[in-house]
């Protein structure tokens, strides 16, 4: 949430976003001459003297010491100080009091740090000027000055403010430090275990307590986290995993599908996904070592160091062989897409340029020097504004009519009738094939489908429709018709076709081609039809899943097409 969204939100609440409630709102007297107040409480996990209830009794003091009224509570417990991120209590603070609705004139909060560590000491500065000029005045309650603005407050307000960042940036340099000499003796520094993992607890002697489960932590603080392996169905599975990468040459996507088909789950418990399979394969922890520090977010700013800077230590026993661990990465690094520069990008489209005189989409997915279409567009923005980087124009996809003019959807539905007239059916092959009109995907971007440009042209596609337009077809291309696929309904000693039955009919004709197609199925008669595998499997690829046949739909199609031109 930010400051903008909190401008909506009614001032007439207290608000305390590590507790997670509203405190009721406490009025003032009438009759009274007290200043009203609005108290605001930060607590990290700094020291107990910073806890919510030391704040308000230290708060409570210096009000009626002072002559103020608390009329509403702002809490953020366990949140940080160095940035308004992550800080909703006070983003809500400063709504109400810059959207005018506040019912206090003064904000009390414990001392400088409070009220944050902010690393640009303007920034504090800032916020504190924005109550000011809305009419309302922050004190520090704990302070030895007043902030009444003369020249020894500011002064000692400014050194404050320097103090309280410089505390942020010695604690985290010493947290930094003290994470990398425990993590090069082999202790853990946070993280979820990764699959085939867990996390063990050992007392200061090294003597083991217990396994931590996902989301527990620690008890005491004088004990230490050390690795240790998991179940022996995990260790397996990660095996697997890697067998399937480096020695089947399975893609990450195929090793996806092939988890996700078994029912196998991510140690968080999630289905698996590509990135998932690519963090398991670059698991350091499977070789035996511990690498820490190779992000590092001191003072909220992440960042990632070089491997020089990285901390490595031996924790436990190779899950996966050190031979095994170093395939993989180096076939990860073969198949890793490589992230272009803007030179690069630029000079290969205009190498292109030159050698076939114009851009498109399908020439750069052809192009072995450029990366995907997609890479481009989304660099950016557009495939256009790339290819005007280096002087191309695409040109206009508004088709115009034999007058000149561009097509007017009842230009382009006389279009359709014409084409009707003159082959006695209506479809996508017979648009493409017509010399006259606009290819058959200007006909969907303008009426978002076939079927809705052929009704509104008057032609209601029905089954007869259809079998009218695949009989022209291929008359027009001297393909022969052929019977449909008798159906096989049961197994040839008279007992119905199980699932196992059918996935066993898929296996045998991969093993004897290497691969598996609509055309194979079709052409084998013991087999049942392919919409028999559809219906009772939800798809042809998740039956060829079931059989040990892996890919994208696309790239069972580019291995079909190959099959064809071989």
């Known amino acids: 949430m930010d400051l903008s969204e909190c401008l909506h939100r009614p001032a007439n609440r207290v608000w305390s976003s590590g507790e997670g409630v509203l405190q009721k709102r406490v009025h003032r007297d009438p009759a009274g001459e007290k200043i009203s107040a609005a108290q605001y409480i930060r607590m990290s996990t700094e020291h107990q003297r910073y806890s919510p209830d030391s704040q308000r009794a230290a708060i409570a003091t210096f009000a009626d010491a002072r002559g103020f009224e608390i009329v509403e509570t702002y809490v953020d417990a366990g949140r940080s100080g160095l940035t308004l991120a992550g800080r909703p209590a006070l983003k809500q603070l400063f709504a109400d009091v810059l959207s ?34 809305a009419g309302v005045q922050v004190h520090y309650c704990m302070e030895p000055f007043d902030n009444d603005g003369d020249a020894l407050s500011s002064m000692m307000k400014h050194m404050k403010r320097v103090m309280a960042a410089e505390f942020s940036r010695e604690l985290s340099v010493k947290i930094s430090r003290a994470q990398r000499h425990q993590a090069g003796l082999g202790f853990k520094q946070g993280g979820d275990p990764p699959l085939g993992m867990r996390r063990q607890v050992v007392d200061e002697s090294g003597k083991p307590r217990m396994i931590l489960l996902r989301g527990q932590r620690k008890a005491l603080i004088t004990d230490k986290v050390v690795w240790v392996r998991g179940p022996s169905r995990e260790i397996a599975l990660v095996r697997r995993i890697f067998h399937l990468f480096v020695e089947d040459k399975l893609r990450l996507g195929q090793i996806e599908s092939w988890l996700n088909c078994r029912s196998h789950k991510q140690a968080n418990g999630k289905p698996w996904t590509t990135s998932a399979v690519r963090r398991t394969l670059t698991q350091n922890l499977y070789s035996g070592r511990y690498v820490f520090g190779k992000r590092v977010s001191n003072l909220g700013r992440p960042t990632f160091t070089e491997p020089s800077d990285w901390v490595t230590a031996k924790v436990t026993t190779q899950i996966i062989p050190t031979i095994l661990f170093q395939a993989a990465q180096q076939r990860l690094g073969a198949i890793t897409r490589r992230v272009y520069s803007e030179n690069e990008l630029k000079a290969g489209l205009a190498r292109l340029l030159k050698e076939e005189g114009h851009l498109s989409g399908r020439l750069i997915k052809r192009c072995a020097y450029l990366p995907s279409p997609e890479a481009i567009d989304t660099r950016y923005g557009s495939l256009a504004a790339a290819f005007r980087l280096v002087g191309y124009e695409m040109p206009s996809r508004i088709k115009k009519n034999a007058s000149g003019k561009p097509y007017s959807d009842e230009d382009l539905l006389d279009e359709l009738r014409r084409i009707h007239r003159e082959r006695g059916y209506l479809s996508g092959h017979a648009i493409q094939a017509d010399a006259g009109a606009p290819n058959r995907k200007y006909f969907i971007r303008r009426f978002g489908s076939l ?24 008359e027009e291309h001297g393909i022969s018709s052929k019977p449909p696929k008798v159906s096989i309904r049961r197994n040839q000693d008279g007992s119905p076709i199980t699932d196992e039955d059918l996935i066993g009919h898929l296996r045998r004709l991969l093993a004897k081609h290497g691969y598996l197609s609509v055309q194979l199925i079709d052409s084998a008669p013991e087999v049942p039809a392919k919409n028999v595998y559809r219906r009772r499997f939800g798809g042809l690829r998740a039956a060829y899943a079931r059989a040990g046949y892996f890919g994208t739909h696309s790239e069972i199609v580019r291995a079909a097409r190959a099959r064809l031109g071989a």
């Open 451 to 474: 079927a809705k440009a052929f009704e509104l042209a008057g032609f209601k596609i029905t089954t007869a429709e259809r079998r009218r337009a695949a009989a022209g077809y291929r």
């Open 100 to 133: 005018g609705e506040a019912n206090f004139r003064a904000i009390l909060v414990l001392d400088v740090s409070r009220w944050g560590r902010f690393q640009d000491t303007d920034q504090s500065a800032h916020y504190e000027y924005m109550c000011r000029a």
